[in-house]
């Protein structure tokens, strides 16, 4: 997934990104809220990672920022204040989640997770289609309960489709989900991870459509559908 981290510790911030890396998604950071307003306005995020105390201003202004423009993003606030009226605050501005600093970066990728179920409307941490189950936490796919061998990539483009099951995604929407604003990679590598991703997954209950001039689209199909 692609993920915006906003936070002027330097030292904080490569640590987030280093371990939600780790698991294979893509990150951009931000050190301001300027920097921030322009990430959000030139791409599509799956979580906003965002710190209150920033040089520029509150992380909570950038907050209403997004939900001012109906970005419906999810935001994950952290913050060393601990007053309850801070909190209350975060959540009724439209922060889905609040952790208060020094935080455990276990703990905040658990909770990433559960936000990111909740978006999907799924009950636990395995996202399905049909006779493929991929766990968000392990990153392990499974296809009729046998092991797939993913790269890293090939694991968090499986977790797009999965989440956007019957959304058309652009090329260059995915190449900054899969990469990051920070890449050289272009359309061209978006059609090699399907294509790779495409026969890995013969035989699974998802489909990887290529809809000519617009994308490509996952849905749930009966087990050994090939796709086009």
């Not at 981290?5 to 939600?20: G, K, N, Q, S, Y």
């Not at 092991?147 to 977790?159: M, N």
């Not at 050289?184 to 699974?204: F, H, M, Q, T």
């Amino acid at each position: 997934m692609h993920f915006l981290v906003v936070e002027d510790t330097a030292d904080v911030a490569e640590a987030i990104t280093e371990r939600l890396g780790r698991g294979g998604h893509a990150c951009d950071r931000a050190a301001s809220l300027e920097d921030a307003r322009h990430f959000a306005a030139t791409s599509a995020y799956d979580l906003v990672i965002l710190d209150i105390n920033l040089p520029d201003g509150s992380g909570l202004d950038f907050l209403r920022w997004l939900r001012q423009r109906k970005d419906a993003v999810p935001v994950l606030v952290l913050t060393a204040r601990l007053a309850i009226d801070d909190k209350i605050g975060a959540l009724d501005f439209g922060a889905d989640d609040y952790m208060v600093k020094p935080f455990d970066l276990g703990e905040l990728e658990a909770r990433v997770r559960a936000i990111v179920r909740r978006r999907t409307g799924e009950a636990g941490a395995t996202l399905s289609a049909g006779n493929l189950d991929f766990d968000m936490a392990t990153r392990r796919a499974t296809v009729a309960g046998e092991a797939l061998q993913l790269t890293p990539r090939e694991q968090l483009l499986l977790e797009i489709f999965l989440i956007n099951k019957g959304r058309v995604l652009e090329k260059d929407e995915l190449v900054m989900r899969l990469f990051g604003m920070d890449t050289d990679a272009g359309p061209n590598a978006i059609e090699l991870y399907v294509g790779r991703l495409r026969r890995k997954l013969a035989g699974a209950g998802l489909e990887i459509r290529t809809l000519r001039g617009l994308g490509y689209q996952a849905q749930a199909t009966t087990p050994g559908t090939v796709a086009p």
